[in-house]
């Protein structure tokens, strides 16, 4: 009735559970094996039909039913369970069955599948359903009607490792060809790689009778310390230059549940083998009918019989491999092969094993029982030729094994774009040639001596390929190797009139998608590959076709009138079989997935009790919290502590460029909008950098150490971005004698500003800084606490302040001295929010408003762009558009309510003018301790000279919160710089 | 068990370039070191330190000793070693680290003692050395504590 | 993908960054500054989009540093030929002591 285990297969035993049952498998099963074992035939409904399913095969082609494994957040649907090994604990469960697998309400979908013909999603809710909610109430009901497995909502426990690897010749398969192939490669010294995607090596040998020789092959591989063999390993991709992507699975218990192998191989041999592909015919879906190779593996293999009375349905030669097979084990074999005339050697051998053959005859409907409708029997006809039969008599049977054909699996090379032919003759793609080489089974060469040539000769085309070997190739195989040639047989329709339904020919049976779901692709226009596929769904499931996709088009070509080979096979695209996610994140995920950078400073602010903000990568003071204060109270304290005395900050974030050599001052003055050159030894400047398309890219400070050296800083966010564009330019310029130098990181700095920052300064230092000796922008190289230290003085907030460089060993002892000095001023450490409330109180502009947008026109700094000098971005900042006077500037704002609160992106309107989007925007706030209201600096349509007094309303759309403002100029305190030389 | 990642400071790391290298440029450089100058990717040992080419006409010198750089005074120079941190691989368990960290060619013959290479890791620029005990990973000095940490983590696993 | 830098050897391509069309020389890649603006908006703004081969500027970013000259097939993707876009990296690697 169903399957069982055979005598003589034995091995230690494996507890598991399928749908809630305890039960029993062998160790080295799949748990697809070990349910036949266990005479499970049912294992899911399907797609859209609900109809009830089995396992078809015995490999990453299965088409029958899809499981569920493992629970809560481990719960991985959508799984084969012809690939799943089976482990001690392993829990599966079926999938789109409601209540039972059994009884599955679902079942009604079955009668109404007229109505869900390929397409229907576009047919439906058309005309009076259009736009209505109708279609989203049905939607609703679609979906859960039809479904894979659910997925488990709750984030991913696993790890999963990512390791790169290189080796001279990495070889896809552990079949007879590849560990052929191998062997070559390694004896020619070879680098080896062999990757296997089974948990057991061997390939096809794994069927054979005698698994001796097997063991010895593998042994003798492994000793050799150039070969690596690599078992439950899939390549999945191959990718530009020879990189392969490689998953692992890994045992559980280990550290990673897989690893993914960026493997850089020179060479890649392709021994992946063929797909059996059956034929199609009326109900042919049933649980029981599988592939006959399927049935051979699972009898050689696994020891497991899927059934006592199997019927073996074929086309071509390699189906007397199975019944034979079947017949040694003991099981009743009824062999019908397509073909008028049977091979005459393979027919006796099955003969005198005891199959009854009838050559001449096809499938042609199967039947269910009324229960459950799995496999009962089959009605059967004699072969018209062109896959007609009438249906003539019925065969009883609980397994029906198909065999039509091979597909080479030649995703790999396709991968590669070394485009497939279509052999007439062997009924098949066989791969295209190039750099990777093709052997065996996946280069249609059938027979096991044909695939050990066709190995060693792939194996010895890498060796000369890489130079490792002088000497000659060798002889290949050439593909084929059958007795008697195939009946290019792809679907079995009635001949004349059927009398009753000729039941459904599923062609991709996990997407539920019929022959005559093809057929009606076609006739609706949908005529090419690439469209019937996308209109059907044909090969969109997680077998992405391997069984059904070259049924497909050989029933698309019959209904065009054309031969198969006429049509180009649908592109295969990585990864060859699903893959997780997790691979491709590998160790970037989590709290960590990004690194964290951190200033040399970084120990003593967090020992002052500083609060960090995440600024890009880097981790930033951004206020120093006294008890009881939040982020608002610290910072405004700090602000107006940096204005009444002093204040200590971190700037070592800053982007730092040396730029050095006898034209670097020449290379400045080309980059700069404004003049360089002429910067004065021991002097700083403020400067404004532009993109070759006249849009600001950053706004920094130039320092002139000696005639032929100079340190550029510019914002932490731009640090990369400048000194690329530095770079960029230096190589455009190579007349010009000057050196690029990225030192961000070499440098770490304190910010001294207020109208005691000299006092602070002094007392870090033995050098004179006077106001005589270090003026406002002047630069001084000293000593500060006894180590090499660049003063400029330079200021962001518009008090008096200095910028102490040192280097980042001489930090801690920095700090130390300052913050004490700060202290006994009457100062302390202010951060990243105090930085920003001094800042927009001057005007002075960050990020926020250098967005990528603006010019210096639209900064309020149009004279920053020097008339009299050439530049990057000076021609085409004079285009049109950038010299219009409509366009937003910057603009001071302050509420007309002073508790007002406006918030950051805010979009301004003339008053009563206040839909679309307006007239500029507001680009930072601040509540100002000096001012007592929270200010903000904006951009708006003709600037201040068009807005100066005048109100404008602040919209956030967002908060819906309404601020109605004073314009004025971007500048709220200060406006002659006085507070500079306080 | 001894850590397989261990986090320290730089030595000094200077850096030499000119606008033109001659065969006599490099004559002059060979005789400061004392020794013939290494092929790209290879290091060469002076007196208190490697020097290797990091570019066509760019030098580097990385240890305590005196640069050879002396016998290039119009060179344009700059110092790197503080803004990197070093991160020292050591143990049974380094180059499957140093094979997770980066995607250089780390076989025998590919990478042997003497080596070097500036590559990438998570977007930062690092530079590899592989000496007699082990290897040393250069990084940027913001990111050292980070790497370091992860990279020990990794060991961890690998060790469990 | 993988580019052979012509001083460090063959690296994943995450070590480079492509910076656009290569003239075949640093001083033709862009327009004089004092050029006029059309001559710059061809240069900034116009490019070509070749079906085949094409000849590109890349610098090794997290390498060597050196800007480089990379002939590519955009339908292939095989990488020609890759060599040092500024002849004076070419002529310090042929210097000999």
């Known amino acids: 009735m169903s399957g069982f285990r055979l005598r003589g297969h034995a091995a230690p035993l494996v507890p598991f559970t399928w749908q809630g049952r305890a039960m029993l498998g062998a160790q080295g099963d799949t748990l697809a094996a070990a349910l036949l074992a266990n005479g499970v035939r049912t294992v899911g409904r399907s797609f859209k039909h609900h109809r009830p399913r089995g396992i078809m095969a015995a490999g990453e082609e299965e088409a029958g039913a899809l499981v569920t494994l493992g629970e809560g957040a481990r719960t991985t649907p959508n799984l084969k369970p012809s690939v799943v090994e089976l482990e001690a604990g392993l829990v599966a469960r079926a999938q789109n069955c409601w209540p039972s697998l059994r009884f599955d309400l679902g079942a009604v979908n079955d009668r109404l599948s007229p109505l869900f013909a390929a397409g229907f999603y576009y047919k439906t809710f058309m005309g009076p359903f259009a736009d209505t909610r109708i279609w989203m109430a049905c939607e609703r009901l679609i979906r859960r009607a039809a479904g894979m497995g659910a997925a488990s909502p709750l984030p991913d426990p696993d ?31 070879l680098d080896v790689v062999v990757a296997e995607a089974d948990f057991a090596l061997g390939g096809d040998r794994l069927s054979d009778r005698d698994p001796q020789e097997l063991a010895a092959a593998l042994a003798e591989l492994d000793a050799l310390p150039n070969v690596r063999l690599m078992a439950r390993t899939m390549v999945f991709g191959l990718y530009d230059h020879g990189v392969a992507g490689l998953v692992e699975r890994l045992p559980a218990g280990a550290p990673w549940r897989e690893r993914l192998h960026v493997m850089h191989a020179r060479k890649v041999v392709a021994a992946t083998g063929a797909l059996q592909r059956g034929f199609v015919f009326g109900d042919n879906d049933r649980p029981g009918v599988m592939s006959a190779a399927a049935a051979r593996t699972y009898v050689r ?54 199959v009854d053959l009838r050559p001449g005859w096809v499938p042609v409907r199967t039947q269910g029982h009324a229960l459950g409708g799995e496999l009962r029997g089959l009605s059967v006809g004699r072969h018209l030729g062109d896959g007609r039969a009438r249906a003539e008599t019925r065969l009883p049977a609980e397994i029906l094994a198909v065999s039509g054909g091979w597909s080479p699996s030649i995703h790999l090379t396709t991968q590669a774009r070394q485009k497939p032919a279509w052999s007439a003759e062997l009924g098949c793609f066989l791969p295209g040639e190039g750099e990777v080489l093709s052997c065996g089974a996946a280069a249609g060469v059938w027979s096991r001596e044909g695939a050990e040539t066709s190995g060693r000769a792939a194996g010895r085309l890498a060796a000369i390929a890489l130079k490792a070997t002088r000497r000659r190739p060798l002889k290949d195989a050439d593909p084929g190797g059958d007795e008697a040639p195939p009946a290019a047989l792809w679907e079995v329709r009635p001949a004349g009139r059927a009398f009753h339904g000729a039941g459904k020919a599923y062609v991709d049976p996990l997407h539920d998608v019929t022959a005559d779901d093809v057929r009606l692709a076609r006739q609706e226009g949908f005529e090419a590959p690439e469209h019937m596929k996308r209109y059907t769904t044909l090969g969109m499931a997680p077998d992405q076709g391997k069984a059904g996709g070259v049924i497909g088009l050989a029933v698309l070509a019959v209904a065009r ?296 026109g639209d900064l309020g700094m149009p004279g920053m762009a020097s008339r009299a000098k050439d530049y990057v971005g000076r021609a085409l900042m004079e285009r049109e558009g950038l010299l219009d006077p409509a366009r937003p500037v910057l603009i001071g704002l302050r509420p007309v309510e002073p508790g007002a609160k406006v918030a950051g992106g ?77 | 068990m001894a850590e397989t990642a261990i986090l320290s400071p730089c030595p000094p ?103 070097v290479a500036t590559t990438v890791h998570r977007g930062a620029t690092v530079t590899l050395l592989r000496g007699a005990e082990g290897w040393d990973l250069l990084v940027p000095r913001s990111l050292g504590e980070d790497f370091a940490a992860r990279l020990a983590e990794i060991a961890g696993r690998l060790e469990g | 993908m993988r580019l052979t830098c012509p001083f460090c050897g063959p690296r994943d391509v995450a070590e480079f960054v492509y910076e656009g069309p290569f003239s075949g020389a640093p001083q033709t890649e862009r327009p004089a500054l004092s050029a006029a603006p059309a001559a710059w908006v061809e240069a900034v703004f116009l490019r070509d989009q070749p079906r085949g081969e094409t000849r590109e500027l890349w610098r090794h970013l997290h390498g060597c540093g050196c800007f480089l000259d990379v002939l590519r097939d955009t339908l292939t993707h095989e990488v020609r030929a890759v060599a040092f876009a500024d002849p004076a990296d070419a002529a310090a690697m042929r210097a000999k002591p």
């Open chain 1, 159 to 189: 790890l999963y490792d990512r390791v790169h690897g290189h080796c001279d010749v990495l070889v896809a398969g552990s079949g007879p060809a590849g560990l052929a192939a191998a062997r070559e490669a390694a004896d020619a010294g």
């Open chain 1, 301 to 354: 293999r696994f020891g497991v019989a899927p059934a006592r009375e199997v019927v073996v349905a074929g086309a071509e030669d390699s189906a007397y491999a199975a019944s034979i097979a079947l017949a040694q084990a003991g099981l009743d074999v009824i062999h019908l092969d397509a073909r008028e005339a049977a091979p005459p050697a393979l027919a006796e051998r099955a003969r005198a094993a005891g």
């Open chain 2, 13 to 115: 790391l200077r850096q030499a370039s000119l606008p033109a290298i001659g065969a006599p440029a490099l004559r002059r450089l060979a005789e400061a070191l004392g020794a013939p100058l290494p092929p790209p990717g290879r290091a060469a040992a002076g007196e208190g330190g490697l020097l290797w080419r990091a570019a066509p006409r760019s030098w580097r010198w990385l240890g305590e000793g005196a640069a050879p750089f002396h016998a290039w005074p119009e060179a344009a120079t700059v110092e790197l070693g503080p803004g990197l941190s070093r991160i020292a691989l050591r143990g049974p368990l380094a180059r499957e680290v140093a094979a997770r960290a980066v995607a250089l060619d780390l076989r025998e013959a590919a990478f042997p003692p003497g080596a």
């Open chain 1, 561 to 856: 009138g054309e031969g198969t080979g006429s049509l180009a096979p649908t592109t295969f695209r990585p990864p060859y079989a699903p893959v997780s996610m997790g691979i491709f994140a590998g160790p970037d995920r989590g709290p960590g997935w990004a690194p964290v950078r951190r200033t040399p400073f970084h120990a003593q602010a967090e020992a002052a009790g500083a609060v960090f903000v995440d600024a890009g990568l880097w981790k930033r003071a951004w206020f120093f919290p006294r008890p009881g204060e939040d982020l608002t109270a610290a910072s405004m304290r700090e602000a107006a502590m940096v204005r009444a005395t002093v204040g200590v900050a971190d700037v070592s974030t800053l982007g730092k460029v040396e730029v050095q050599g006898r034209d670097a001052a020449a290379f400045l003055d080309r980059i700069f909008a404004n003049p360089m050159a002429n910067l004065p030894v021991g002097r700083a400047r403020y400067g404004l950098l532009l993109r070759e398309d006249g849009i600001v890219l950053d706004d920094g400070t130039v320092w002139r150490l000696a005639g032929d050296r100079f340190l550029v800083t510019c914002t932490t966010a731009h640090a990369a971005t400048t000194a690329e564009h530095l770079a960029r330019w230096r190589f455009r310029w190579p007349e010009l004698d000057a050196t690029v130098d990225e030192t961000t990181e070499a440098w770490c700095g304190l910010a001294l500003a207020g109208p005691r920052s000299r006092a602070v300064l002094e007392a870090l230092t033995g050098a004179d800084v006077s106001d005589a000796a270090l003026p406002h922008l002047g630069v001084r190289e000293i000593e500060a606490t006894g180590a090499p230290a660049r003063v400029a003085r330079l200021s962001f907030s518009g008090e008096r302040a200095y910028e102490v460089m040192v280097r980042p060993e001489a930090a801690a002892a920095l700090w130390q001295a300052a913050l004490a000095a700060a202290g006994a001023e009457g100062g302390g450490p202010y951060g990243l929010e105090a930085l920003d409330i001094l800042r927009v109180e001057k005007g002075h502009v960050t990020g926020r408003e250098i967005d990528g947008r603006v010019t210096p």
């Open chain 1, 906 to 982: 805010a979009l301004l309107h003339p008053l009563g003018a206040e839909t679309g989007r307006g007239i500029g925007h507001v680009s930072s706030v601040a509540d100002s301790p000096a001012l007592g209201m929270r200010i903000a600096l904006g951009f708006a349509a003709g600037g201040p000279a068009r807005w100066d007094g005048k109100l404008l309303m602040a919209k956030d759309p967002i908060s819906g919160r309404d601020v109605k403002m004073r314009a004025g100029p971007p500048c709220f305190l200060d406006p002659w710089g006085e507070r500079l030389h306080g």
